[in-house]
Structures are given as C-alpha cells and as structure tokens.
C-alpha cells in the first residue's frame, strides 16, 4: 500500500522559507509523476506544483512562480518544496500527492488525476 508522509511545515515570520518533504513508502516514486497541492479555510484545494517522473519538467502556480521550487529525490523516494518569500496568502494545509498513472506527460494539475494523497501539513505564515 502506497503512504506519503509530509514534514517541514509550521509557522514562519512573512518573508520567510520553509522546506516541505514528502517521504513514500510501499511504492517506487520513479515513474510518476508527483505533486503539491494546498488547502486553505474556505478555498478549494488547488495545484501548487508538479514535476514529472523523471524530474526533468515542472510547473508552478503563478502565485508561486519564482518563490517556491519542486525537486525530487529518486533514490530515496522523496519530493521537496522549497519554498522562500513566503506571504500569509500561503498559509495552507500542503499535501503531496502521485500520479493515478506511470509516466505520464504532461504533468498533471487536476487533483483528480492523483490516487495518493498525504495526509498534509500545516504551514502559516504570520507575524
């Protein structure tokens, strides 16, 4: 059985960084591709980014662009977000998630297309 564990969120002074991680167990991560979603009170869960099997391609929110980066670890079947200016706008609850299917292209947004989630972590951003 497929388990994401998240760790790396908590609270962060506005301008901050943190650096989440996604460890898996009972599945090799290699051949999908993987994902960080976010959900705030009230919102709906949205994409924050995504990377592809391999690792070679990803994407980013635009409210993110430039501030956060997705990496992955193969070999240790882990994924990353680092994440630096970080606004309370970002405050969330950040879930890693993988692909429904193998190496698929393009990357996909829709949480729709992930069949294991984690079970999130908090981040807030406040001063």
């Known amino acids: 059985q497929v388990q994401l564990v998240e760790s790396g969120g908590g609270l962060v002074q506005p301008g901050g960084s943190l650096r989440l991680s996604c460890a898996a167990s009972?599945?090799?991560?290699?051949?999908?591709?993987m994902g960080w979603f976010r959900q705030a009170p009230g919102k709906e869960r949205e994409c924050v980014s995504g990377?592809?099997?391999?690792?070679?391609?990803?994407n980013y929110a635009d409210s993110v662009k430039g501030r956060f980066t997705i990496s992955r670890d193969n070999a240790k079947n882990t994924l990353y977000l680092q994440m630096n200016s970080l606004k309370p706008e970002d405050t969330a609850v950040y879930y890693c998630?993988?692909?429904?299917?193998?190496?698929?292209?393009?990357?996909?947004?829709?949480?729709?297309?992930?069949?294991?989630w984690g079970q999130g972590t908090q981040v807030t951003v406040s001063s």
């Open positions: 998630a993988r692909d429904a299917h193998f190496l698929r292209i393009p990357i996909p947004t829709l949480s729709s297309h992930y069949a294991y």
């Open positions: 009972g599945s090799i991560l290699s051949f999908n591709a």
């Open positions: 990377i592809s099997w391999g690792g070679g391609r990803t």
